[in-house]
């Protein structure tokens, strides 16, 4: 059931599979499984033979994978897990209607975002919308879109984070790992979200790069955050995406959640809710550290200036 050819996460690549959108509680240690539903190419939503034989329910319709993802989100909300920030890689960082469906929900987020995400400098927002328009030529239906005069220059994530002096670049620590401190160099800065001529809210682009002297990739987020927040706590938030990443792994190597070959709509959900459940009571058995670095619990997310969480070794 939703087998098509389409990316694979597992793979790597594109192959033959079914794909799971999945929510889940990041705290500063671990990732709790919340909720989760089936993605369902267009081809298997208009098949009636295919949902007839699946047992898919008449009220399920195509949805993308954001969409799907919103849905997860309000479905949380409903039922009253305590989360006021969203994280998510780039295939949903980069797609303006999930961020635009998370601004309209009043929930901030840290998402990463590629290289080539859109952005306009305020500044130059500003200078523009001041800008008067030329007298018109003849009459006609008003604009659907901002005349050109009023659209700043639209600049790319990788360019803008090249622009920045060296001295704005900072080294954080945002977490203890197995093998130490982890730490790279950030700089932060103040820019709008865009994709072609529409411009979206203010907020925070972040560049990420490797310490001087080692290797790695160089990473980009986006975060619509209050401008008041630390750099350090953009981070922390950011780097939450390797929980879940974990969690993936947890689930397809200890309970089989990449294994069942489901047919039916009720019994792969089913299966997938008890892997939930599963990885979740596997988590709290994990032994607690002997001598850990500080002693307070995770606490939850509860507003965009709470301090950094305290650095300790993850149990695992």
Same mark, same amino acid.
């Given at each position: 059931m939703g087998v098509a050819r389409q990316y694979c996460a597992r793979l790597g690549k594109r192959a033959n599979g079914q794909v799971v959108v999945t929510g889940r509680y990041v705290d500063p240690y671990f990732a709790w499984h919340v909720n989760g539903q089936l993605y369902l190419p267009a081809e298997w939503?208009?098949?009636?033979?295919?949902?007839?034989?699946?047992?898919?329910?008449?009220?399920?319709?195509?949805? #993308?994978?954001?969409?799907?993802? @919103?849905?997860?989100?309000?479905?949380?909300?409903? /039922?009253?897990?305590?989360?006021?920030?969203?994280?998510?890689?780039?295939?949903?960082?980069?797609?303006p209607s999930f961020l635009d469906g998370l601004e309209a929900r009043k929930l901030c987020c840290v998402v990463r975002v590629a290289?080539?995400?859109?952005?306009?400098?305020?500044?130059?927002? +500003?200078? +523009?919308?001041?800008?008067?328009?030329p007298p018109k030529k003849k009459a006609g239906r008003p604009r659907e879109h901002p005349h050109p005069v009023h659209v700043a220059p639209l600049r790319r994530a990788d360019a803008e984070v090249a622009a920045q002096p060296e001295e704005s670049w900072q080294t954080v620590t945002w977490r203890m790992g197995s093998d130490g401190p982890l730490?790279?160099?950030?700089?932060?800065?103040?820019?709008?979200?865009?994709?072609?001529? #529409? #411009?979206?809210?203010? /907020?925070?682009?972040?560049?990420?790069?490797?310490?001087?002297?080692?290797?790695?990739e160089r990473q980009f987020y986006w975060s619509d955050l209050p401008a008041a927040t630390p750099v350090a706590r953009l981070v922390e938030l950011g780097h939450r995406g390797p929980g879940?990443?974990?969690?993936?792994?947890? /689930?397809?190597?200890? #309970? /089989?959640?990449?294994?069942?070959?489901?047919?039916?709509?009720e019994s792969f959900?089913?299966?997938?809710?008890?892997?939930?459940?599963? @990885?979740?009571?596997? +988590?709290?058995?994990?032994?607690?550290?002997?001598?850990p670095v500080v002693t307070p619990e995770p606490q939850a997310v509860r507003s965009p200036d709470e301090?950094?969480?305290?650095?300790?070794?993850?149990?695992?």
């Open positions: 939503c208009q098949d009636q033979e295919r949902r007839r034989q699946s047992a898919i329910p008449d009220e399920v319709s195509f949805a #993308t994978k954001p969409e799907i993802a @919103l849905w997860l989100i309000d479905e949380a909300r409903e /039922g009253s897990v305590p989360f006021q920030i969203v994280v998510s890689d780039s295939a949903y960082g980069d797609n290289c080539d995400f859109g952005v306009r400098r305020p500044e130059e927002v +500003a200078r +523009a919308a001041q800008q008067a328009l730490c790279k160099q950030f700089v932060a800065v103040r820019v709008h979200r865009a994709v072609g001529d #529409t #411009t979206g809210q203010e /907020g925070w682009l972040i560049g990420e790069r490797p310490l001087p002297g080692h290797e790695g879940i990443e974990r969690g993936y792994q947890d /689930g397809k190597s200890h #309970t /089989g959640m990449g294994d069942y070959a489901a047919r039916r709509w959900h089913r299966h997938l809710m008890i892997d939930f459940l599963a @990885l979740s009571w596997l +988590a709290l058995q994990r032994p607690r550290i002997e001598n301090p950094v969480f305290p650095l300790r070794a993850r149990a695992l």
